[in-house]
């Protein structure tokens, strides 16, 4: 993967592999009993893929064309990807707090 992508498939490899390893794991401790996922687990993976997914539309519709970011003096390139941070955690957050999982529900999470 690293051939063809660059440092973008070194960092791709590196998520499947974490992700793969996850997997392993939970199928592992569900096999020998040790761990049973809770109830509501489906419902929160699903609300991740789905403001997962919002952010990356906002950050693809909001991204400069690639000349920007090759023509622009150095401040301008910080500031513009500045932005993009903040607006994909905006969107991230507004979409899982408009799924139920706002601060409200972190701070009962937390109070556990």
Same mark, same amino acid.
């Given at each position: 993967?690293?051939? *063809?992508?660059?440092?973008?498939?070194?960092?791709?490899?590196?998520?499947?592999? &974490?992700?793969? $390893?996850?997997?392993?794991?939970?199928?592992?401790?569900?096999? /020998?009993?040790?761990?049973?996922?809770?109830?509501?687990?489906?419902? #929160?993976?699903?609300?991740?893929?789905?403001?997962?997914?919002?952010?990356?539309?906002?950050?693809?519709?909001?991204? *400069?064309?690639?000349? #920007?970011?090759?023509?622009?003096?150095?401040? #301008?390139?910080? &500031?513009?990807?500045?932005?993009?941070?903040?607006?994909?955690?905006?969107?991230?957050? =507004? &979409?899982?707090?408009?799924?139920?999982?706002? *601060?409200?529900?972190? /701070? =009962?999470?937390? &109070? $556990?």
């Amino acid at each position: 993967m690293i051939g *063809p992508l660059a440092h973008v498939g070194l960092a791709l490899a590196t998520g499947l592999a &974490a992700l793969l $390893q996850a997997g392993l794991l939970a199928r592992a401790l569900l096999r /020998r009993g040790d761990w049973t996922p809770a109830p509501a687990l489906a419902r #929160f993976c699903f609300a991740l893929l789905l403001a997962t997914l919002a952010m990356a539309l906002a950050l693809f519709l909001a991204l *400069p064309d690639a000349g #920007f970011w090759f023509a622009a003096p150095p401040l #301008f390139r910080g &500031a513009a990807l500045a932005g993009l941070v903040v607006l994909g955690l905006v969107v991230y957050a =507004s &979409a899982l707090t408009l799924l139920g999982y706002g *601060p409200r529900w972190l /701070r =009962s999470l937390l &109070a $556990q």
